[in-house]
């Protein structure tokens, strides 16, 4: 696969059509990423202009993974904490085509969130995943600490139950 380009991405009706897509694609092939299959396409775009509205007040960045022109994956990096948590950052909703996994995507996408959350001051990073089918092999490979697992947290797309499991990784000395 030739290199990917990662970066930041606004609210266009291309960039929400694409993000739309992906997240239709996950949740149908059971991605366990707060949505029930079948995901609308209406309801994933609503998701992803809020979320990107939300990126434009500085509260996320939302990042993308290109293939040429092709988004193929994309990763959001959660900024709006309380008050008393300005030194961490919450990754959420890493999403890979189905084309493009076990190519690099996934891990080059959190290399750019951690280095974006490190450019904005932050040193602790969190995250969490499905106990079942999530992807806990790539977030341990990268690095990041388990913490513990909360059973029956959530329903799958499909139904029935799944846990999750709460990472944390240091991606920098605290101030």
Do not use: C
Request: proline letters at 6%; zero cysteines.
């Amino acid at each position: 696969m030739p290199p990917i380009k990662i970066e930041p991405l606004t609210d266009t009706s291309g960039i929400r059509a694409a993000l739309s897509e992906i997240l239709v694609e996950a949740v149908a092939n059971g991605g366990n990423v707060s949505f029930m299959h079948p995901l609308p396409s209406e309801t994933a775009a609503q998701f992803w202009q809020n979320s990107l509205t939300a990126a434009s007040r500085g509260e996320r960045i939302v990042l993308g993974a290109f293939d040429g022109e092709n988004l193929i994956g994309t990763v959001t990096l959660l900024l709006a904490l309380p008050p008393n948590q300005p030194h961490r950052a919450e990754i959420a909703k890493m999403l890979v085509r189905l084309s493009h996994r076990r190519r690099g995507v996934a891990s080059a996408l959190m290399g750019a969130a951690e280095a974006v959350a490190q450019a904005h001051g932050r040193t602790l990073l969190v995250l969490d995943t499905a106990v079942d089918d999530g992807a806990s092999d790539l977030y341990e490979r990268l690095g990041f600490q388990l913490t513990g697992i909360i059973p029956d947290y959530a329903v799958k797309p499909h139904g029935g139950l799944t846990g999750t499991k709460i990472y944390w990784k240091k991606i920098a000395a605290a101030a």
